[in-house]
């Protein structure tokens, strides 16, 4: 989906305008926001891995209408279908499996995969671009929809059942499986669940303001072409703070790597204001956000999990995904303006 996404971007920034383009992505990440909770609340009830069976299937038919797509009004619909099915196959549904299939310390398995789903746009950007230069834009659509059927779905159907498997052995297990995080009290917990859904939302605005925005950012604030190679830092500087985290943040609390990545990201944003158009400040603002936005990626599973625990991890999930879906779907024009 990743793929998908990077293909979409292209082909709406090669035809029409950027408004129209714009336009098309945040309808598609509104309609996302709105039906998280439910694929999350989907995951809790009917697990996570075959809510990620059927995301494979519905994912390749969103792709291949995209191909088949007449005219851009029909695009834009399989556009939006497409956000529906990632609300199955991305990160949110993969943490919920993780969850449920019960390794004894999920949020260090959430921290792995993040690690590794980091180099996916470095991967697929360049990839996309190289097929295009010997396929059609709908050929290459096709042969999206085809890898999500041919590899992404027999990967989730083993994830479908492996999670049923743990349920059974749960299901006859005498003591319960111990507790990721320790449940806050419920009279606190709807003021706390409040709360972290404000401060993703925050992020998730900034983020995608930012990174949207991020080349002809750089080159409006004086830095000419030398802003593009600035830019390429940003998908490195997300992979090292994963690494970071994995090799030494073993031990440290959620909320503290939480507090951490928001103050990363606010001294990248201070050090853009205060030291442009001086190129190392250009480095540094750079560097800060991606390590920032990198943690916030781990943030967005581990913490929900250590405040609440497992029980209903998948619902509180997906209003975490709503809340920084809807602020991100509002992003690109509060910048662009």
Known sequence: ??????????????????????????????????????????????????????????AAVALALCAVAPDRVSFVLALLAMELASSFVLYSAAFVAIVQIGVPRPQRSITHLTLIAGFASTLFWPLTSALHAHLTWREVYFLFAALNLGLCLPIHAWLMRLSRRHATARSQEREPIPEAGAPLDPRRGRAVFLLMLAGFATEGFVLSAILIHMVPLTAALGLGTAGLFVSTLFGPAQVASRLINMLFGGRLQQTHLAVIAASLITAGLCALLLTTPWLPGAFLFVLLFGLGSGLTSIVGGTLPLELFGREGYGARLGWASAARQFTSAFAPFALAS
């Open 1 to 58: 989906m990743t793929a998908s996404r990077s293909s979409r971007r292209q082909w709406l920034g090669s035809s029409g305008s950027r408004k129209a383009g714009y336009s098309a992505l945040s309808a598609s990440l509104f309609a996302g926001s709105l039906f998280a909770p439910t694929a999350g609340r989907w995951a809790d009830r009917f697990g996570a891995g075959r809510i990620m069976t059927v995301g494979s299937v519905a």
